[in-house]
């Protein structure tokens, strides 16, 4: 079944980096685009990058555009998020996502990991 799991959150003062990993299991990951989504307490959701399956097409959310950079090895079924410069307001849960056609398109996220950015 696919699975992923995302690690390398955790607290970091505002101007610092985090990379977090997310190891992708149960599907061909070579085929798929895959996605970093983010959700602050009491805010909806957010798509904060997407790489597609060769990595050759990339694209960021406007707040994160200069600062985030999102990469994968295909090798290691693994997709990145390197994030710099971060702000408070960085601040949330971080998901993984893969979404795969089959009959329909569905959705599959990770558990998630806490990025905490304050001083």
């Known amino acids: 079944q696919v699975q992923l799991v995302e690690s390398g959150g955790g607290l970091v003062q505002p101007g610092g980096s985090l990379r977090l990993s997310c190891a992708a299991s149960g599907f061909t990951f070579r085929h798929y685009a895959m996605r970093w989504y983010r959700q602050a307490p009491g805010k909806e959701r957010e798509l904060v990058a997407t790489i597609t399956n060769t990595g050759g097409s990339i694209n960021y959310a406007d707040s994160v555009q200069g600062r985030f950079t999102i990469s994968r090895d295909n090798a290691k079924n693994t997709v990145y998020l390197q994030m710099n410069s971060l702000k408070p307001e960085d601040t949330a849960v971080y998901y993984c996502?893969?979404?795969?056609?089959?009959?329909?398109?569905?959705?599959?996220w990770g558990p998630g990991t806490q990025v905490t950015v304050s001083s």
């Open positions: 996502n893969v979404r795969i056609s089959q009959i329909v398109p569905y959705d599959y």
